[in-house]
């Protein structure tokens, strides 16, 4: 495998206006494996492992396999899929509410051992999971790496709601070679401050390479060796502020739900930083992949050809945008 990325769940979302979509694809993998296809070979297999149960959604099976993402990582167990309320707010905040039981065999389905997946999985050129900030994952991170997988990206996907000490801190950020949070989750680990502050406490942990998700403000993404380091704006806030031509572009639509575009995001990065370490190019490609999940409900239509298409479109239109904020030592 060239990428395996992990955790399926399948979401119900109620938006701020009350309607709701059922039986969404959630839980990271899926958009992860979204945003890493959009820039992939036809020839690079991408791969998700997770426990499901046998009540997983026939659509949301061939979601996957209509966007060409290798299920054999997707193993059958005897609870239910897990699943899971999003409430959605005007202000972007989100509440997830499960709608199982809680248990250690959530924890189960969500981390599966690489012993248990197939052979192909243990040897994966890049792999990408979302941790909690706890940093009760860095033995398994540990283990993706000593597989001697070219790449191991890291996502918190929540902030930290107890004070991590600086060990366990530096064990978490260093786990891996790259370590994306949103401004948020970052504040919880090392306090808050301004969007380069906090990068350059999480580059003194040990992060190789950081890249800090703002939302609709877009990203910063930084390597800590060269000090490189790039403001790079979210492609919706050009097309509105800076190029009002584009509105009227039937290939791109409105910001209909931001679900899923951290995840996204990660997915495209972690593929453009195997394909070309270029810091660049790896971040307007995480840029450029959540700009289509945030066009949709739930993921997009699998029509990748039509959204690889698109990609370059909105690749040449967001990189003049691209602020280059190098960081003196």
């Not at 992939?40 to 993402?69: E, H, T, Y």
């Not at 051992?113 to 706890?134: C, E, F, K, Q, T």
């Not at 994306?180 to 919880?188: L, Q």
Request: with cysteine.
């Amino acid at each position: 495998m060239d990428l395996v990325t992990f955790n399926v769940i399948v979401d119900d979302i109620v938006y701020p206006d009350g309607h709701t979509c059922m039986a969404c694809l959630g839980g990271g993998g899926p958009q992860t494996a979204f945003g890493a296809k959009i820039w992939a070979d036809d020839a690079n297999n991408i791969g998700i492992a997770s426990r499901v149960g046998s009540d997983f959604p026939f659509p949301c099976k061939r979601w996957l396999q209509d966007m060409g993402i290798d299920l054999s990582g997707l193993l059958m167990w005897s609870s239910p899929t897990l699943r899971a309320w999003q409430i959605l707010e005007l202000d972007g905040s989100r509440t997830q509410v499960w709608r199982i039981t809680m248990g250690d065999e959530v924890l189960d389905m969500l981390r599966l051992p690489l012993s248990s997946l197939p052979m192909m999985y243990r040897n994966a050129r890049v792999y990408h999971i979302g941790v909690h900030p706890s940093g009760r994952d860095v033995g398994f991170i540990k283990e993706l790496r000593s597989t001697g997988a070219e790449i191991v990206s890291v996502e918190t996907y929540t902030h930290a709601l107890d004070i991590v000490t600086r060990s366990e801190l530096i064990e978490l950020v260093s786990s891996g070679n790259i370590f994306s949070s949103n401004e948020k989750e970052a504040a919880s680990l090392v306090g808050p401050g301004s969007p380069m502050e906090m990068i350059e406490r999480i580059t003194e942990l040990g992060a190789e390479v950081v890249t800090l998700r703002r939302g609709p403000f877009g990203s910063i993404v930084h390597r800590s060796d060269t000090r490189e380091t790039w403001e790079i704006p979210a492609f919706h806030a050009i097309c509105a502020s800076q190029s009002p031509s584009l509105q009227g572009e039937n290939t791109v639509g409105k910001v209909v739900d931001p679900t899923g575009c951290g995840n996204t995001f990660c997915g495209a990065f972690a593929m453009g930083w195997w394909k070309t370490r270029d810091l660049l190019t790896s971040g307007l490609w995480g840029s450029v992949a959540a700009s289509f999940m945030a066009e949709y409900e739930g993921v997009p239509p699998p029509q990748l050809s039509d959204w690889r298409k698109q990609a370059q479109m909105r690749l040449d239109m967001l990189r003049p945008y691209a602020k280059n904020l190098f960081l003196p030592m």
